[in-house]
């Protein structure tokens, strides 16, 4: 194994670490943009919230694509590998250019947007450069169930977590910062159907790669944005009396 390898099995490992972390010390208290920015005992410095999502998601688009410019001939022709940065990218694609453009949420604390923004980078590198230079797909992976499948949830994952996004933006009016019941959908069924769609994603991607480095990545979503979904159905249940008793946090009919 050369050093290259080492080191993105080192980042893989560093992945996993930082979701155990996020999820130990944010149990009891989320992240401190949107709702959850009142609780803060001093107001940060603050940055309009299109701005911050598309310079906090930007990194894991450009990375991947400056790197697959420096690869080799040899590298480019596998199509195998190609998909699955592909699927990536277009993740990223969406919440850089699209998400961030349409969001009408509140403006994000400078240090979030900024930590989220180092995370996307080392992230972007890891999984660009495991599937650029340390995984070998044979010529047959585009047909392997495993690339099948993963492909398949990717993008249902992501199309439920574009359409949830969607129905979130609708609840507001421009200008708007109040928050309401999220109806259609999943949110029919979990009150984090967005979160729900992009962890189906990332599990997608993982059992699409078959690799240590996509399940890191697919944990750490998980730990990000899991215990935010379960803060989210406590915060509905909290303030607003006549909130869906049966409607779950996160998986439909089970959590």
Request: a positive charge.
């Amino acid at each position: 194994m050369d050093c290259w390898a080492q080191l993105i099995h080192f980042l893989s490992g560093v992945l996993f670490i930082v979701g155990v972390i996020h999820l130990v010390c944010l149990r009891p208290i989320q992240a401190s943009y949107g709702r959850y920015l009142s609780r803060l005992s001093s107001m940060p410095r603050m940055v309009p919230a299109r701005l911050a999502w598309f310079f906090q998601e930007l990194p894991s688009l450009l990375v991947p694509l400056l790197m697959t410019m420096m690869t080799t001939s040899q590298r480019e022709s596998n199509i195998g590998t190609l998909l699955l940065l592909g699927t990536f990218c277009l993740h990223y694609f969406q919440r850089t250019f699209v998400y961030s453009l349409l969001t009408r949420g509140r403006p994000f604390p400078l240090h979030v947007m900024i930590q989220g923004g180092m995370f996307c980078l080392l992230n972007g590198f890891t999984q660009s450069h495991y599937l650029l230079h340390c995984a070998l797909y044979n010529s047959t992976w585009t047909s392997d169930c495993r690339f099948v499948i993963g492909s398949t949830l990717f993008l249902l994952g992501m199309a439920i977590n574009i359409h949830s996004d969607h129905l979130l933006r609708n609840l507001r009016q421009p200008g708007e910062v109040v928050y309401k019941i999220p109806k259609g959908g999943l949110f029919e069924y979990v009150s984090g159907a967005n979160y729900f769609g992009e962890i189906v994603e990332w599990l997608g991607y993982a059992i699409a790669t078959w690799s240590v480095t996509g399940f890191s990545f697919a944990f750490c979503t998980l730990c990000f944005i899991g215990p935010r979904a379960l803060h989210h159905h406590r915060y509905y249940h909290k303030t607003f009396k006549y909130y869906p008793k049966s409607r779950k946090a996160l998986i439909p009919f089970i959590l």
